[in-house]
């Protein structure tokens, strides 16, 4: 859910749909207002200049209704591990990330 104090302000969304539904969907935005811009200048990483791995992986937990408790037993570490890994002051290194990726179902890389 997006909110914004300001109804005439504008926010940019990115997401995936359906190859046959993609211009119904174009349709539905811009009856909504919306309009479709090109995103093939635009970084995503430039929308999110603090981003870390700790936030990507708070939000893939979030998520997925995970506490820092289960996912430590899932990933078998510890859940201060966790909790440092979250808050940036504990890299995620390529072996952790990889048991990231299987717990979240995707690409190691997003948590380094």
Same mark, same amino acid.
């Not at 504008?10 to 995936?16: G, L, P």
């Not at 993609?22 to 990483?45: F, H, N, P, Y």
């Not at 200049?49 to 939000?59: C, T």
């Given at each position: ?6 109804? =005439? ?30 995103? =093939? ?5 430039? =929308? ?31 859940? =201060? ?32």
């Amino acid at each position: 859910m997006l909110h914004t104090e300001k109804k =005439s302000e504008k926010v940019a969304v990115c997401f995936q749909v359906p190859a046959d539904k993609l211009e119904d969907i174009k349709r539905i935005v811009a009856c909504l207002g919306g309009q479709e811009t090109d995103s =093939s200048t635009e970084d995503w990483r430039d =929308s999110f200049p603090e981003r870390h791995p700790g936030i990507v992986l708070r939000g893939l937990r979030t998520r997925d209704n995970l506490t820092q408790s289960l996912l430590a037993k899932r990933t078998g570490m510890l859940q =201060s591990h966790i909790s440092e890994m979250e808050h940036g002051s504990r890299p995620i290194g390529k072996t952790i990330a990889k048991k990231f990726a299987q717990v979240f179902n995707t690409d190691y890389k997003i948590f380094l």
